[in-house]
């Protein structure tokens, strides 16, 4: 038995359609313009060459003078004392900031509620105020002590020698850092299919093992590029702990221009340092997403 099919029906007469004429013989085929995409594309170029033009023949650029300072001994000090900070802001935030995503994504209510009440806090307190803080720290507390709570203590440090600038300065970029990083962790777990975690539990996988083999690496897919925005943010915001009179890369510049009165090409030292730093971690960023990211891109 033969297989056909009716012809297509003209829904307003009821008649079978008319065959669709076949193209016209010798038909151009004419592509879309997009007048305005190219003005748009000579505008921002011309702005682009003007502003280079302006770099290269302004003489207030004094690059002269941005070229002796670039690499002297006191910018590149500075410099070895802004990765430092950032370095150590890093890891002590995210250490802190790993726990208290899991405080807050405990089924205990009181630990969900005292991580909540850390993010919130550190959140909510302006950095440079923190900073001082704990800088101040000596004015509150003269010494602190461990011990049994409330009652006789072991032994006792002064904080005006154990809290020092780089100490609070570390201390209080850490801590501002951790609550970032605690919801950044957060999200990452929670991103994570809930029946992996069934799975594991079902075959008796230990919990600390899960977290370590399981949610984690697969966390990290979701983690890592806010985290590396954090740390770059955070090596940018270093600058802030200037206030504390601390030798980083906009205080040593700060100093040096306020000797010469060289303002700009300083500022520019600092905003090539600043850059070429920037680019490195965003190239580290791109190799270590791209190890975590095995298996999920073709």
């Known amino acids: 038995m033969a297989l056909t099919s009716d012809p297509p029906v003209d829904p307003l007469t009821k008649e079978p359609a008319a065959p669709a004429a076949p193209p016209a013989a010798g038909l151009v085929v004419v592509p879309v313009r997009h007048p305005w995409r190219w003005v748009a594309v000579a505008a921002t170029a011309v702005l682009l060459v003007q502003f280079a033009h302006g770099l290269v023949t302004n003489p207030g650029w004094e690059w002269d003078v941005f070229a002796a300072f670039f690499s002297t001994e006191t910018i590149l000090k ?13 890891a002590l935030g ?48 003269k010494e602190l ?11 006792s440090f002064d904080t005006m020698g154990l809290v020092g600038e780089m100490s609070a300065a570390v201390l209080g970029l850490a801590l501002h ?46 983690i890592l590029p806010n985290a590396a925005n954090e740390v770059i943010s955070l090596f940018k915001g270093t600058s802030i702990v200037s206030v504390m009179a601390i030798g980083e890369l906009f205080y040593q510049v700060q100093v040096v221009y306020g000797r010469n009165g060289r303002v700009v090409p300083l500022l520019m030292v600092a905003t090539a340092w600043y850059i070429l730093l920037t680019t490195a971690l965003s190239v580290v960023q791109h190799y270590v997403e791209r190890h975590y990211a095995k298996g999920s891109t073709r």
């Open 177 to 222: 850092q951790a609550a970032y990083a605690a919801e950044i962790v957060r999200g990452g777990v929670l991103a994570v299919d809930e029946g992996q975690l069934q799975a594991a539990a079902s075959l008796g996988i230990p919990k600390l093992r899960q977290v370590r083999r399981i949610i984690l690496p697969q966390a990290m897919r979701s």
């Open 94 to 141: 995210f250490a802190i900031g790993i726990v208290v995503a899991f405080m807050r994504l405990s089924a205990s209510p009181f630990l969900r509620s005292v991580a909540f009440g850390y993010i919130w806090a550190f959140r909510s307190i302006p950095l440079i105020v923190q900073l001082l803080f704990w800088f101040n720290l000596a004015y509150l507390y």
């Open 78 to 90: 500075a410099v070895w004392v802004t990765l430092q900070l950032t370095f150590h802001g890093t």
């Open 145 to 155: 002590s461990v011990g049994i709570p409330f009652g006789p203590s072991f032994f």
